[in-house]
């Protein structure tokens, strides 16, 4: 038997980070969301208030206080840290969302490598990065794998459980647990780029980008298209954003990197544009937000 899950530290509090947190306290686990940066967290907060709201009214209908107690025991059950190896002193699992980077996950988890109890287990939620590498930094091997959520995190019922050839098989069975007590449905897979979901989809969005980018169709149509031809709920472009442009980046180039032969993993020089343009607007804001 596995041993259950019950104290959960999630590292990263951003759109991912902030999704695993809320719904593993509404499934009645302790939680700790870490960040380094504490306006993360408490944007994070403002997120998660306002979700788990939507959250309980798709639940609980015109039951107001049945509502009302499902999201004062979920928050009350969410604690806060810019303290990460602090706050892995008592996790009986680790979920890393962090910048995906594989130098600053390894960095992460070599530090609490050395400050969580033995028995706890790792795991990333990184999109494209290899498990093995970022295992690598720890000496826990067998208590190290993928779980790999989807964003809305509250509402997108996928879980990818991925491992590495040393997971042990209890490690295994524990996070297959553990996800199923999340309310999610997982899949298996081996520790291979984009695991299932992201190796199908990522290079379904560059391609879109890359019709855009041809002029052959645009930005508007081609999302038409795929909703009302192919049944997607969003269009390739919409769903770019939603994920990210930089984390479609940091994809599509990590895999460019690792297969510079593969065709479809080649960088697309319009989202490249679409990014630097994006930081140096942010820079532009934050800049006049500090002459404020
Ligand atoms: N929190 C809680 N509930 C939410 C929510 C959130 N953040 N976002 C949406 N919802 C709920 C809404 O309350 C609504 O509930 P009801 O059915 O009770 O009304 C329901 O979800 C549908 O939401 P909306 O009506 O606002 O909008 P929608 O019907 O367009 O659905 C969507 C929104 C669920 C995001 C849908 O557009 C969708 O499924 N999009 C595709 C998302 C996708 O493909 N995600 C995977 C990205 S890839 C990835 O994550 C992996 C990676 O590594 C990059
Ligand atoms: P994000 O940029 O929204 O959030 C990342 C957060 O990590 C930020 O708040 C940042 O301050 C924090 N952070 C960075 N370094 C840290 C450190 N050393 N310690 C603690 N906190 C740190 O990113 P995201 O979209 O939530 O993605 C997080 C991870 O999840 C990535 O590995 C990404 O590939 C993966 N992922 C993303 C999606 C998606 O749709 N965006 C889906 C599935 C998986």
Avoid at 40 to 47: H, L, M
Avoid at 62 to 70: K, L, P, R, S, Y
Wanted: charged share 25%.
């Amino acid at each position: 038997m596995s041993a259950a899950i019950k104290n959960v530290t999630v590292i990263g509090s951003g759109l991912m980070g902030a999704g695993i947190a809320q719904v593993a306290a509404q499934t009645g686990h302790i939680v700790t969301m870490v960040d380094i940066d504490e306006m993360a967290v408490n944007k994070a907060e403002k997120r998660i208030g306002d979700s788990i709201k939507r959250v309980a009214k798709k639940k609980f209908g015109d039951d107001g206080d049945g509502a009302a107690e499902f999201i004062s025991g979920s928050i009350s059950r969410l604690g806060t840290s810019t303290d990460a190896v602090a706050a892995v002193g008592s996790a009986d699992l680790v979920v890393e969302a962090i910048v995906e980077n594989l130098n600053v996950k390894k960095k992460l988890f070599a530090e609490l490598d050395k400050a969580a109890p033995s028995h706890t287990i790792f795991a990333s939620n990184t999109s494209s990065l290899s498990i093995t590498a970022i295992a690598d930094a720890t000496t826990r091997k067998d208590r190290f794998g993928g779980l790999h959520f989807f964003n809305p995190v509250p509402v997108m019922k996928l879980l990818e459980v991925v491992r590495i050839p040393e997971t042990s098989q209890e490690t295994y069975e524990s996070m297959c647990d553990w996800g199923k007590a999340m309310g999610k449905v997982t899949v298996e897979c081996k520790d291979t780029p984009g695991f299932i979901v992201n190796r199908l989809l990522i290079p379904y969005t560059l391609e879109a980008i890359r019709l855009l980018e041809r002029g052959d169709a645009s930005a508007r149509d081609i999302d038409t298209a795929m909703k009302l031809g192919a049944g997607y709920p969003m269009g390739p472009i919409e769903l770019s954003d939603y994920v990210g442009l930089d984390t479609s980046k940091f994809i599509i180039d990590g895999w460019h990197k690792s297969f510079p032969d593969v065709e479809l993993f080649k960088p697309s020089p319009m989202l490249e544009k679409l990014v630097v343009k994006i930081a140096e607007t942010t820079e532009e804001t934050l800049a006049t937000m500090n002459d404020w």
